[in-house]
């Protein structure tokens, strides 16, 4: 699928306020109403705009954020993976390249959940090696 200039301002702008009306983000990109409503639904079969979510704010968000970079026995993934899913502390988990086969994001409300997600991680069959990271304040995320 081909993303014009228009496309990607109407993507920027759905990224910045998924909320908005389509006669509004048609007031603002200089374009007919219908010809919004339709660049969207081409977006959205296309696979483009996956979806549209919620952004929790700072006040319902866990208190602790931690990252666990790990190294995984070779063939031993799907254990993991089906491991890592069963703890609700885990938000994501990424395959990597280099020294890390996967990153999980956890988070908790507290210091001690997050100690004990961890060493559940650390004791899983399957992983071989982890490296923890607390996260301790956001200089910058587009992600929310």
Partial sequence: ?????TDRALLTALSD????????LARDLGLARS?????IDRLERSGAIAGYTLRLGQAVRAAVRATVLMTVEPRSEPEV??????????????????RY???AQLSAPTTERINDALDQIVMARGVKSTESLIHLSVKLDRSR
């Fill in 17 to 24: 306020d998924a909320r908005r009306s389509v006669a509004d």
């Fill in 1 to 5: 699928m081909q993303i014009d200039d």
């Fill in 101 to 103: 086969d996967l990153m």
């Fill in 35 to 39: 010809t919004v409503q339709t660049r």
């Fill in 81 to 98: 993976l089906k491991r890592l899913t069963a703890l609700r502390e885990v938000d994501s988990v990424i395959t990597t390249s280099g």
